[in-house]
């Protein structure tokens, strides 16, 4: 157990529609980050927050967003979803803006 | 572009024996270099990293090697176990002021009893 927890586990929407998927970093770490791996991909950094602001973005779609609240939970939100943003995202926290990331068990998104 | 390579998508290799999972890498402004294990319906797990100030770090069973010159990094697990069987992701995180991590596609190790 990385202690890095995300909800839900499984997501299954349909195109269109909008889903926000919810990291709990390990106690008290600053870093949050989001990647996505889709189908025998390897992980594609999306975006990364450090205590409450944005340090880093990929190459992270217009349609999604993240924020990381004061109390350093994380949210990621897809809007518009396609069939292609079907994937895992995972959630990573490290204890500051840089150093070892401890990644979560991940939400496998399925869009239908 | 695809700054971080792993060039096998998979491995087979009998127990007790040298796995090595190889990794290459394009930017040299890359400061630091870990390897994840990652086991299906689980998250990536840090194994093992290495500065590149360095040329080798070693924990246990698993030793990274960098060649800098090449771009090249290895990791060997010695003796392989059945337990390794999982992916293994290389990962790069560049000098900037952040974290954030570039991987490679993985490749699939299996070990045979």
């Known amino acids: 157990d990385s202690g890095v927890t995300q909800t839900p586990k499984h997501l299954i929407t349909a195109t269109g529609q909008r889903v926000t998927l919810r990291c709990s970093p390990r106690?008290?770490?600053?870093?949050v980050y989001w990647y996505q791996q889709s189908l025998d991909q390897g992980l594609q950094f999306l975006i990364q927050?450090?205590?409450?602001?944005?340090?880093a973005k990929g190459n992270i779609l217009e349609r999604f967003s993240a924020q990381q609240f004061p109390d350093l939970h994380s949210e990621l939100n897809l809007s518009s979803l396609e069939l292609g943003d079907s994937a895992l995202y995972f959630c990573?926290?490290?204890?500051?803006?840089?150093?070892?990331?401890?990644f979560g068990q991940g939400t496998r998104l399925t869009v239908v | 572009d695809q700054q971080v390579k792993q060039n096998s998508p998979s491995l087979s290799v009998q127990e007790g024996r040298i796995s090595i999972l190889n990794c290459d890498y394009t930017?040299?402004?890359?400061?630091?270099f870990l390897w994840y294990k990652k086991y299906p319906a689980e998250g990536p797990t840090f194994l093992i990293s290495?500065?590149?100030?360095?040329d080798k770090n070693e924990d246990g069973r698993f030793t990274v090697f960098l060649n800098k010159s090449a771009k090249h990094l290895s990791l060997h697990i010695v003796p392989s176990q059945p337990g390794d069987s999982a992916v293994y992701f290389c990962?790069?995180?560049?000098?900037?002021?952040?974290?954030?991590?570039?991987f490679g596609q993985g490749t699939t190790l299996q070990v045979k009893p």
């Open positions: 930017n040299s402004m890359f400061d630091y």
């Open positions: 927050y450090y205590n409450g602001e944005e340090r």
């Open positions: 990573a926290s490290s204890p500051l803006n840089r150093g070892r990331a401890f």
């Open positions: 290495i500065s590149s100030i360095k």
């Open positions: 106690s008290g770490d600053l870093s």
């Open positions: 990962a790069a995180r560049g000098s900037s002021n952040t974290g954030k991590l570039i």
